[in-house]
């Protein structure tokens, strides 16, 4: 196990009716917040209606900005460092998934900072944010008290995070039949980038990791039980509520303490995201299996392990490959099986831009850890996801 420190101070406010307890949470930080939204679920739901009560309840003034797409934008950032600067505003609300969590992230490291917020972006080291408070309205992400924040610039359609511990939400209030509502897709792509984060994980070089390997395949079956039944029964309450505490251990980094984690099948789906605009939990389908295909051979009994303990493939130790293998055919049906397509060509996406996608994905280095990859091996992984 590698030496770790792990520090993340999101407090969790979990359960039914829990929306109610923003203002009264947010009060702590300000008396005046912007709040932030995307294209207009949350008006649809009647949530909204109840923040602004919440809020008004609790004297907290709120500064309203909607219109966060999926993929969010840096023209809208740039909008909401504007609105916060001339009305002195400060904390931050968000409500929505991670899209809109990461616009608010984006926006919060921007105020206090007299450059261009996109220098976070491009690797400067952030500092300080201002307070954000999240209601959460879609498990997948895990941004909710993840240190991340994952920006489009529309200037040549550059998808690009930025971390640092200071950007994790101060609370999060989760109640899982607020995603009650989630259109079928999004169920499955949440699902699958829930998972992803926890695969991003799994597949380390660290050695002697039994207890986050355990946590890991944990996270993942739970996974794999419930997304069916919230796919089948939307408002079935213990599954959306598995699903929806999942997705933020998937993401908090306890999972990852002790181990190196690898990122690269982020990393390669981040460009198909920002080209094609795709969901990210949907390129994520359709680039796991063909990372893996390309890389398991580097580690033959840790995808062995992998099929056995995840997918309850009966392990053959005279031929620990076709284990393997099997694996990789379980995770790519159990994601085709959520009703989602799970190749670029199911997907609508040909091979016209396979150089530049590699070329965007590796222009700052190699991509991941478990195997180095460079822009040759990228685009090969996307010759395989057709
Ligand atoms: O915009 P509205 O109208 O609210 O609709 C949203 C949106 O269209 C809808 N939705 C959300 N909650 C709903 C709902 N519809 C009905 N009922 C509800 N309760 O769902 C759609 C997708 O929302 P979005 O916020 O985009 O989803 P998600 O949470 O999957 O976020 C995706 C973004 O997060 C980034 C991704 O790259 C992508 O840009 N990521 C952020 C990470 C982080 N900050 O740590 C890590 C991830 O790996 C990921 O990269
Ligand atoms: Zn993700």
């Not at 909401?80 to 926006?107: F, N, Y």
């Not at 509502?181 to 999004?186: D, M, N, W």
């Not at 099986?337 to 996406?349: K, Q, W």
Request: with cysteine.
């Amino acid at each position: 196990m590698l030496d770790f420190v792990f520090h993340n101070a999101t407090k969790i406010i979990f359960g039914k009716g829990t929306e109610d307890r923003t203002g009264r949470e947010l009060s702590k930080y300000s008396k005046k917040v912007l709040l932030h939204y995307g294209g207009g679920s949350i008006k649809r739901t009647g949530l909204y209606d109840r923040i602004i009560k919440s809020l008004s309840e609790a004297g907290v003034e709120a500064i309203e900005l909607g219109g966060v797409k999926p993929n969010p934008r840096l023209s809208l950032v740039r909008e909401g460092i504007d609105l916060c600067r001339k009305h002195k505003i400060e904390a931050i609300l968000a409500v929505g998934g991670g899209s809109v969590i990461d616009s608010a992230k984006a926006i919060g490291i921007g105020v206090p900072y007299e450059g261009d917020v996109w220098d976070f972006y491009k690797g400067r080291q952030v500092e300080k944010m201002l307070p954000l408070g999240v209601v959460l309205t879609i498990p997948a992400a895990g941004s909710e008290s993840s240190g991340g924040s994952v920006i489009t610039n529309e200037d040549g359609l550059y998808k690009r995070a930025a971390n640092s511990v200071c950007m994790r939400p101060v609370f999060a209030v989760m109640n899982p039949e607020l995603t009650f509502t989630l259109p079928a897709y999004q169920t499955a792509v949440g699902a699958v980038d829930i998972m992803s984060h926890v695969l991003e994980r799994y597949f380390t070089n660290a050695k002697e990791v039994d207890f986050t390997d355990r946590l890991c395949e944990a996270t993942l079956r739970t996974m794999i039980v419930n997304t069916p039944i919230a796919l089948k029964e939307p408002e079935n309450y213990d599954a959306r509520a598995e699903i929806m505490w999942a997705s933020t251990i998937a993401h908090n980094d306890l999972l990852g303490t002790g181990r190196l984690a690898d990122w690269a099948t982020h990393g390669i789906e981040h460009e198909l995201s920002a080209i094609y605009d795709i969901a990210h939990g949907g390129g994520l389908a359709i680039i796991w299996s063909a990372w893996m295909k390309y890389v398991y051979k580097h580690d033959v009994k840790r995808f062995a392990q992998f099929a056995s303990r995840v997918w309850n493939v009966e392990p053959d130790f005279r031929n620990l490959e076709r284990t393997a293998l099997e694996g990789i055919e379980k995770t790519k049906s159990f994601f085709s099986s959520l009703g989602i397509p799970v190749t670029l060509t199911e997907a609508g996406i040909s091979s016209d831009r396979f150089e530049e996608m590699a070329s965007k994905a590796t222009e700052r280095g190699p991509l991941g850890n478990f195997v180095k990859l460079n822009r040759e091996d990228v685009r090969e992984i996307y010759k395989l996801a057709l």
